[in-house]
């Protein structure tokens, strides 16, 4: 087992990685920008290292830094959290020609399913399902007219290097498919220096479920069940639950069988994710694998018992996974909120600033993943993600119903805004308790107007908690000055303030 591993990234899954290796005996090696100097990541490790300024290209994207980093604090490891360079073959290679261990798979399989189009001809080899489109990349706009007249529209069209949701464009109208084009191509090569596209036909109302594997050097993959990911907002994910309210038990274990094709024909190893999307008759379509650890995979966790962390390091240090297929089974119901430092009023628009009161849920059952306390800046340079809330209950009522609970204990105030109240909103809607929605959930149903804005619940626990604190210290003054004064209730005084505001 490696002695030291650095961390090549930050915020909650730098801080997670660190729990994992802490756990193992590792040391952690922390990197960081000079906009996260004091950030939690860099209080939770041994040893921790500038690497450039805040913005990301000129600290967490430069390779040089990052392994002479490694270097200097003896590190024998790197582990890429997500995001950064966890799916960047180049950064892997870079790490091995350095005499250092990557965490995470081969160069050529994050190359094989980086690429889009060539994932789609990979799997479609392999026997896997994938959405009609495109046999590959497409040069122009009559060879996109000419695809959409053959599989009909709607369609998607896609950068070939895309992900997170950037660089796609759905295209309902063959009027829009020009103007589209030209964004999606535009936005390919502004963001992933490559402005190769293709075309997908668009599934009305899908839901996007991924199933988790894990692969070793052995030989052995496997798959750790599914998780359901179709409350979203612009193709990005907010909320998901294990396992989906929406598969059956025969298509789980379907879904299941060929995600372990799938990962075995671009010969994968370490933790990876193979995203599908399903149509209303559950038929199932590979959409893409993400060759790293997923934000969702806390709830994996919770309901199989596996630490994917510490199997992504224990795969790298050359064990064997010891568990087989018949070893895991969903466990209960699991749930997590992603809370961000954004507007949901103001088209999810990133609302960073500084924290200055923060309180996590706790109690049975709730985990909260973390890269911020309270004092903290979320920064402008990077992604807006706070927390990552996610709880386990015996079934899924049992799950709604602590998630409630833990987002009524969640109170974060400050300069900033966040999305609580968009996710309290959605335990309370039928359509979600039911299970009955898809990717166009928020969409559809979501009205900022219909859901209450944190501001004044927040500033009144603020002020609350301000309020207590000092009549705490006034009370403690007095009587240090006087030991026959009573002293005054903070409670008495914090209920005096609810009379007041009513």
Same mark, same amino acid.
């Given at each position: 087992?490696?002695?030291?591993?650095?961390?090549?990234?930050?915020?909650? $899954?730098?801080?997670?990685?660190?729990?994992?290796?802490?756990?193992?005996?590792?040391?952690?090696?922390? $990197?960081?920008?000079?906009?996260?100097?004091?950030?939690?990541?860099?209080?939770?490790?041994?040893?921790?290292?500038?690497?450039?300024? *805040?913005?990301?290209?000129?600290?967490?994207?430069?390779?040089?830094?990052?392994?002479?980093?490694?270097?200097?604090?003896?590190?024998?490891?790197? @582990? *890429?959290?997500?995001?950064?360079?966890?799916?960047?073959?180049?950064?892997?290679?870079?790490?091995?020609?350095?005499?250092?261990?990557?965490?995470?798979? +081969?160069?050529?399989?994050?190359?094989?399913?980086?690429?889009?189009?060539?994932?789609?001809?990979?799997?479609?080899?392999?026997?896997?399902?994938?959405? *009609?489109?495109?046999?590959?990349?497409?040069?122009?706009?009559?060879?996109?007219?000419?695809?959409?007249?053959?599989?009909?529209?709607?369609?998607?069209?896609?950068?070939?290097?895309?992900?997170?949701? !950037?660089?796609?464009? &759905?295209?309902?109208?063959?009027?829009?498919?020009?103007?589209?084009?030209?964004?999606?191509?535009?936005?390919?090569?502004?963001? #992933?220096?490559?402005?190769?596209?293709?075309?997908?036909?668009?599934?009305?109302?899908?839901?996007?479920?991924?199933?988790?594997?894990?692969?070793?050097?052995?030989?052995?993959?496997?798959?750790?069940? &599914?998780?359901?990911?179709?409350?979203?907002?612009?193709?990005? !994910?907010?909320?998901? /639950?294990?396992?989906?309210? #929406?598969?059956?038990?025969?298509?789980?274990?379907?879904?299941?069988?060929?995600?372990?094709?799938?990962?075995?024909?671009?010969?994968?190893?370490?933790?990876? %994710?193979? /995203?599908?999307?399903?149509?209303?008759?559950?038929?199932?379509?590979?959409?893409?694998?993400?060759?790293?650890?997923?934000?969702? @995979?806390?709830? %994996?966790?919770?309901?199989?018992?596996?630490?994917?962390?510490?199997?992504?390091?224990?795969?790298?240090?050359?064990? =064997?996974?010891?568990?087989?297929?018949?070893?895991?089974?969903?466990?209960?119901?699991?749930?997590?909120?992603?809370?961000?430092?954004?507007?949901?009023?103001?088209?999810?628009?990133?609302?960073?600033?500084?924290?200055? %009161?923060?309180?996590?849920?706790?109690? +049975?059952?709730?985990?909260?993943?973390?890269?911020?306390?309270?004092?903290?800046?979320?920064?402008?340079?990077?992604?807006?993600?706070?927390?990552?809330?996610?709880?386990?209950?015996?079934?899924?009522?049992?799950? $709604?119903?602590?998630?409630?609970?833990?987002?009524?204990?969640?109170?974060?105030?400050?300069?900033?805004?966040?999305?609580?109240?968009?996710?309290?909103?959605?335990?309370?809607?039928?359509?979600?308790?039911?299970?009955?929605?898809?990717? %166009?959930?928020?969409?559809?149903?979501?009205?900022?107007?219909?859901?209450?804005?944190?501001?004044?619940?927040?500033?009144?626990?603020?002020?609350?908690?301000? =309020?207590?604190?000092?009549?705490?210290?006034?009370?403690? =003054?007095?009587?240090?000055?006087?030991?026959?004064? *009573?002293?005054?209730?903070?409670?008495?005084?914090?209920?005096?303030?609810?009379?007041?505001?009513?």
């Amino acid at each position: 087992m490696f002695k030291r591993v650095l961390v090549a990234n930050r915020g909650e $899954i730098a801080v997670r990685v660190m729990r994992a290796c802490r756990e193992l005996g590792i040391a952690p090696v922390a $990197i960081f920008s000079e906009a996260d100097r004091t950030a939690l990541h860099v209080r939770e490790a041994d040893f921790a290292v500038a690497v450039g300024p *805040p913005p990301a290209a000129e600290s967490y994207l430069r390779i040089d830094r990052i392994i002479e980093a490694a270097r200097a604090t003896g590190a024998e490891a790197i @582990h *890429p959290g997500y995001g950064f360079f966890s799916e960047n073959a180049g950064f892997a290679r870079a790490v091995a020609e350095a005499g250092l261990v990557f965490i995470g798979p +081969p160069p050529e399989a994050i190359e094989q399913m980086g690429d889009k189009v060539e994932a789609r001809r990979l799997m479609a080899a392999a026997g896997v399902p994938v959405v *009609p489109g495109s046999p590959g990349v497409l040069d122009n706009e009559q060879q996109v007219r000419a695809i959409a007249h053959e599989i009909g529209f709607p369609i998607m069209l896609k950068a070939a290097a895309g992900g997170g949701g !950037k660089g796609m464009r &759905e295209i309902h109208r063959e009027e829009d498919l020009a103007a589209a084009l030209r964004a999606v191509v535009g936005e390919a090569k502004s963001s #992933f220096g490559d402005s190769r596209f293709y075309v997908e036909k668009y599934l009305r109302q899908p839901r996007h479920i991924e199933v988790q594997v894990l692969a070793d050097t052995r030989g052995r993959t496997l798959h750790l069940f &599914e998780r359901e990911c179709s409350i979203q907002r612009r193709h990005q !994910k907010v909320v998901e /639950e294990s396992p989906s309210p #929406f598969v059956t038990p025969a298509m789980r274990k379907a879904m299941g069988e060929v995600a372990v094709r799938a990962a075995k024909a671009v010969g994968y190893v370490s933790a990876g %994710t193979i /995203e599908f999307l399903a149509d209303a008759d559950r038929n199932f379509y590979f959409l893409e694998m993400n060759t790293r650890i997923q934000v969702e @995979h806390p709830i %994996t966790e919770l309901v199989t018992g596996v630490d994917l962390v510490k199997e992504q390091i224990r795969i790298a240090a050359g064990e =064997a996974l010891s568990f087989t297929q018949r070893d895991l089974a969903q466990r209960g119901a699991a749930i997590e909120c992603r809370i961000y430092a954004e507007d949901p009023a103001n088209g999810f628009a990133p609302a960073p600033g500084r924290i200055e %009161t923060l309180r996590f849920p706790a109690g +049975p059952g709730v985990r909260v993943d973390t890269g911020v306390d309270a004092g903290a800046e979320v920064p402008i340079y990077y992604d807006p993600m706070i927390a990552k809330l996610a709880v386990w209950g015996r079934d899924r009522a049992e799950a $709604i119903d602590r998630m409630r609970r833990a987002l009524d204990e969640f109170a974060i105030a400050g300069e900033l805004r966040t999305n609580l109240e968009l996710h309290r909103w959605l335990m309370d809607q039928p359509r979600f308790l039911s299970g009955d929605y898809d990717n %166009t959930f928020l969409e559809s149903e979501y009205r900022p107007a219909a859901v209450r804005t944190e501001s004044d619940p927040a500033r009144l626990a603020a002020m609350l908690m301000a =309020a207590v604190a000092a009549n705490a210290n006034h009370a403690g =003054a007095a009587a240090s000055a006087d030991h026959s004064a *009573p002293r005054a209730s903070a409670w008495k005084t914090a209920a005096r303030l609810e009379l007041l505001r009513r």
